[in-house]
C-alpha cells in the first residue's frame, strides 16, 4: 500500500488539476442547466480515470443522479457524494493561495469526489482487483433536501456492505464523522385579522403579536442538554404601520440527536396552539433527514479507518456533527456508515470555502487503504 500514497503523492498536481476543472463547472442546486453541465464533466472524468461511464436517472427540476460502478461482485461497496453546491453561478471564483485552494462548492464537497475517483484510480493502477463492486453515487440535489435523490441513496444502501461518505470532516481537526443530527423543517402560518392601527385597533387581531409569542415558544424548545435546538431563523408579517397584520410567517429548524427527540419535538411543533383568540395556524413540514445514530457498527468501521490512518501518520479522530447529510438516510437503515472522509479545508457555505491541497492525496490514500481493508480482511462492519 506503500506504492499506493507515493503514487497519489506524485500526482498531486493532476489531481489539483481535477479539482479546478470540477469546481469551474458552477452547478447551483436549482440550476439543472448548469448542473447537469457539472455532471457532463465527471462523467469524462470518471471515463478517463476508470474507464467507466454512468447510469442516469433523469431529473426534470433539478441535475440528473448519476451511478457509475468500478468492479464485479454480488455485494458493493457505496461511496455517497453530491455535485451540486449552495452558491449561485458567478458568486465565488477559483483561485490558488498560499496552497489553499478556494472556490464555490470545493470544500462541499468537490473535493471529496475528487479524492475518491483518485483513491480507485491509484488501486486500480497498482493491479488491485477489488472483490466486490465500488458504487459512486452522484446525487445533484443534497444541498436542497435531496428530496429526487432519497429514494436511490436508500436503494443503493439497502444493498451495500457499508457507505462512505466524502462530505468534508471537522475542520482543523480532520475528524470523522460517526453521528449527525437530524434536520427537520417547518413552516408556520399565522392569520389573524387586519384593522386600522388608529381608528379601529380593537378590531384587529394581530399576526405580529402572535408570531412574536410563538418565536419565544418555540426557542423555548432548545435544549442543549439533549443536543436539541429550535431555531427560527426567518420571521415576517404585516405589510403596514398602520394596519393590524392580518398575516405573518415562520421559518423554523429543528436539529436532535435521536429519533425520539425528533417525534417529541415534531408533536411540539405540529400540536402549537394560538395565544390570542382568532387567530389561525397552520404548520407545514417535518424531519428531512433522519439522524446519524452513533452505533457499533459505525465504530467498527471508524477504528478499521483509523487504522488505516495510523498507516499513514494520521491521528484520526471521531466526532458528531449537528448538521446533517446523505449519510443520515443510509445510518438510518442500519447499514454501516462513515462520514467526513472528503477534503481538508474550513468554511463549507462560507465565501472563504477552501481546501487544503497538499492533504488532498493523503486523504485519497486513506479512503484507498480503508477500501482494501473493507474487502480483504474479512472484518464484519
Same mark, same amino acid.
Given at each position: ?11 498531486? #498536481? ?75 453561478? #458567478? ?112 378590531? #384587529? ?19 442543549? %442538554? ?9 420571521? #415576517? ?10 398575516? %405573518? ?60 490512518? %495510523?498507516?499513514?501518520?494520521? %491521528? ?66
Amino acid at each position: 500500500m506503500e506504492r499506493i500514497y507515493e503514487y497519489l503523492i506524485a500526482r498531486q #498536481g493532476e489531481i489539483a488539476e481535477d479539482l479546478e476543472r470540477l469546481v469551474k463547472a458552477e452547478s447551483p442546486s436549482l440550476d439543472k442547466t448548469l448542473t447537469d453541465r457539472c455532471g457532463e464533466q465527471l462523467r469524462t472524468m470518471f471515463v478517463h480515470h476508470l474507464g467507466i461511464d454512468a447510469e442516469l436517472y433523469p431529473q426534470t427540476a433539478v441535475g440528473d443522479h448519476m451511478r457509475f460502478t468500478y468492479g464485479e461482485g454480488e455485494s458493493q461497496i457505496l461511496i455517497l457524494l453530491h455535485f451540486d453546491t449552495v452558491w449561485e453561478a #458567478g458568486r465565488l471564483s477559483y483561485r490558488v493561495e498560499g496552497g489553499k485552494a478556494y472556490g464555490p462548492g470545493i470544500l462541499d464537497m468537490k473535493g471529496g469526489i475528487v479524492q475518491s475517483l483518485w483513491a480507485v484510480k491509484a488501486l486500480k493502477e497498482s493491479g488491485w482487483k477489488s472483490r466486490h463492486k465500488i458504487v459512486f453515487l452522484c446525487t445533484s440535489d443534497e444541498e436542497i433536501g435531496s428530496g429526487t435523490s432519497r429514494a436511490l441513496i436508500e436503494e443503493e444502501a439497502g444493498k451495500s456492505k457499508a457507505v462512505l461518505v466524502l462530505e468534508p470532516p471537522i475542520a482543523r481537526t480532520g475528524a470523522l464523522k460517526t453521528s449527525r443530527k437530524s434536520v427537520g423543517k417547518y413552516r408556520i402560518q399565522i392569520r389573524g385579522k387586519a384593522a386600522h392601527a388608529g381608528n379601529h385597533h380593537e378590531d #384587529g387581531i394581530s399576526a405580529v403579536e402572535e408570531m412574536a409569542r410563538q418565536i419565544i415558544e418555540l426557542h423555548a424548545l432548545t435544549d442543549y %442538554a439533549k443536543g436539541t435546538t429550535v431555531n427560527v431563523g426567518a420571521a #415576517g408579517g404585516g405589510n403596514r404601520a398602520n394596519v393590524v397584520a392580518e398575516y %405573518a410567517e415562520l421559518q423554523v429548524d429543528v436539529r436532535t440527536v435521536n429519533l425520539e427527540e425528533s417525534e417529541r419535538i415534531h408533536q411540539r411543533i405540529t400540536g402549537l396552539q394560538p395565544f390570542l383568540p382568532g387567530i389561525t395556524l397552520t404548520v407545514e413540514g417535518g424531519v428531512s433527514r433522519p439522524p446519524m445514530v452513533r452505533s457499533d457498527q459505525t465504530q467498527r468501521l471508524f477504528r478499521l479507518a483509523s487504522e488505516c490512518g %495510523a498507516e499513514l501518520g494520521l %491521528a484520526l479522530q471521531e466526532s458528531a456533527a449537528g448538521g446533517g447529510s446523505d449519510g443520515n438516510f443510509a445510518a438510518a437503515l442500519g447499514i454501516p456508515t462513515l462520514d467526513g472522509l472528503g477534503a481538508v479545508g474550513e468554511g463549507p457555505h462560507a465565501e472563504y470555502e477552501h481546501v487544503e491541497l497538499a492533504h488532498l492525496p493523503v486523504r485519497a490514500a486513506l479512503l484507498a487503504k480503508l477500501l482494501v481493508r473493507l474487502q480483504t480482511s474479512g472484518e464484519q462492519v
